[in-house]
Nanobody, 124 residues
Framework: VQLVESGGGLVQAGGSLRLSCTAS??????VGWFRQAPGKEREFVAT????????YYADSVKGRFSISVDNAQKTAHLQMSGLKPEDTAVYYC????????????????????WGQGTQVTVSS
């Protein structure tokens, strides 16, 4: 499985960015976004299954970020609005080879495949 992210960049606080992740290879069931800021552990952001169901968000991004999928294109999107400086991080796309229960979707260890990451920088 290969995951290729795109769409990161530099944006001012309050602005928007849209990240994309295109998957290829074996079938996967859930696709998620995680992020890692300098000196911090990687943390869950949002997840969804490839049928477009069971979207789940971290409390820190709820109401500002929206995850969606285009199953035909095997592409997942993360629309980020109302960006804050604390959203600055490398954002990683991840996919699981099993269908995850919603409560399990934030767990990093449940994801078998990872993209290379894309930098998002929010200036104040």
């Amino acid at each position: 499985v290969q995951l290729v992210e795109s769409g990161g960049g530099l944006v001012q606080a309050g602005g928007s960015l849209r990240l994309s992740c295109t998957a290829s290879g074996r079938r996967t069931y859930n696709v998620g976004w995680f992020r890692q800021a300098p000196g911090k552990e990687r943390e869950f952001v949002a997840t969804i299954n490839w049928n477009g169901q069971s979207a789940y968000y971290a409390d820190s991004v709820k109401g500002r970020f929206s995850i969606s999928v285009d199953n035909a294109q095997k592409t997942a999107h993360l629309q980020m609005s109302g960006l804050k400086p604390e959203d600055t991080a490398v954002y990683y796309c991840a996919a699981s080879e099993t269908l995850l229960a919603v409560v399990a979707t934030p767990a990093i260890t449940r994801y078998n495949h990872w993209g290379q990451g894309t930098q998002v920088t929010v200036s104040s």
